[in-house]
């Protein structure tokens, strides 16, 4: 059975710096792409950016570019997302996904990692 | 980058059909894929490659794809279809593109 299993809630100040986890298991976690994915309070879905487990090919889109960074552990089957100063705009629902390696789209989802920043 | 343009929200009476609608330039071109969100979980896909389902999902649910406009169709709404659908496509630069996403409301 394929598993994305997210880390818990979080609530950070502003400049702190955050990573979060996308756990996986029950598929060959080199064989497809990772997404995460944000959705802001009351808002639709956003892709932040993508990464390819076996090189670690990470691809961000436009917008979040350069304000947060993608990688995985490949002895843990693992894909992160992290910050390193978060700002009160970053406060949202993350979500991990993996890529169908045919079709592209989003065929398993994670349960999803809220993060809150606030002083 | 590229835009894809969903109505906000659909209201429909059970057992009818329920159409939403996904806009984009040449969205034919493309594949589109739909996702079901219902409050406080994580999107379901529901249509892949515009009109196939993964296993699971009923085969009220249904998509098609040409020209401008992208649409899934749900036949026989139930109660439990009340959510919010959202569109997607793979773009080079933007990755991943969704719509804003709809939210369906059964009467």
């Known amino acids: 059975e394929v598993r994305l299993v997210q880390s818990g809630a979080e609530v950070k100040k502003p400049g702190d710096s955050l990573r979060i986890s996308c756990k996986t298991s029950g598929y060959t976690f080199t064989d497809t792409w990772i997404a995460w994915v944000r959705q802001l309070p009351g808002r639709g879905l956003e892709c932040v950016g993508i990464i390819y487990p076996a090189d670690s090919d990470a691809r961000y889109s436009p917008s979040f570019q350069g304000q947060v960074t993608i990688s995985v552990d490949r002895s843990v089957k693992t894909a992160y997302l992290q910050w390193s100063s978060l700002k009160a705009s970053d406060t949202a629902m993350y979500y991990c996904a993996r890529r169908h390696s045919s079709h592209e789209a989003g065929d398993f989802w994670g349960q999803g990692t809220q993060v809150t920043v606030s002083s | ?107």
């Open chain 2, 1 to 107: 980058s590229y835009v894809l343009t969903q109505p906000p929200s659909v209201s429909v009476a059970p057992g009818r059909t329920a159409t939403i609608t996904c806009g984009g330039n040449n969205i034919g071109d493309k594949s589109v894929h739909w996702y079901q969100q219902k409050p406080g979980q994580a999107p379901v896909l529901l249509i892949y490659y515009d009109s196939d389902r993964p296993s699971g999902i009923p085969d009220r649910f249904s998509g098609s794809n040409s020209g401008n406009t992208a649409t899934l169709t749900i036949s026989r709404v139930e109660a439990g279809d009340e959510a919010d659908y959202s569109c997607q496509v793979w773009d080079r630069n933007d990755l991943w593109v969704f719509g804003g996403g709809t939210r369906l409301t059964v009467l």
